[in-house]
């Protein structure tokens, strides 16, 4: 049974840094990408970064790009999201997802409509 559970979720204030990490089990995801997403309350939840297994693709939101990272730890089988200079716009819930289909238009939320997903981790910002 796959299993993608997500921690690190937290209260921080603007400017501050938080790091989710996303753990998942139950088969092997490399070749496949896996991704982050948010939903603020009220709104769609929309694509946040995306990364390979292998790591030789990412991609990011033009909301993040440069304030946050997505990696991974093969070993560990754990996808994380290092947040930087958090707005109080960047609170949501956080989810991640594997996806196991090869990788294309991976910032289309559709393209994870058959994906597999976490719980969500709320973030947070106060201003």
């Known amino acids: 049974q796959v299993q993608l559970v997500e921690s690190g979720g937290g209260l921080v204030q603007a400017g501050g840094s938080l790091r989710l990490s996303c753990a998942a089990s139950?088969?092997?995801?490399?070749?496949?990408?896996m991704g982050w997403f948010r939903q603020a309350p009220g709104k769609e939840r929309e694509f946040v970064a995306a990364t390979m297994w292998s790591g030789a693709d990412t991609a990011y939101a033009d909301s993040v790009k440069g304030r946050f990272t997505i990696s991974r730890d093969i070993v560990k089988n754990t996808v994380f999201l290092q947040m930087s200079s958090l707005k109080p716009e960047d609170t949501a819930v956080y989810y991640c997802?594997?996806?196991?289909?090869?990788?294309?238009?991976?910032?289309?939320?559709?393209?994870?409509?058959?994906?597999?997903w976490g719980q969500g981790t709320q973030v947070t910002v106060s201003s």
């Open positions: 997802a594997a996806n196991l289909r090869p990788w294309r238009d991976v910032s289309k939320t559709d393209y994870w409509d058959e994906a597999y």
């Open positions: 139950g088969r092997a995801f490399s070749g496949y990408p």
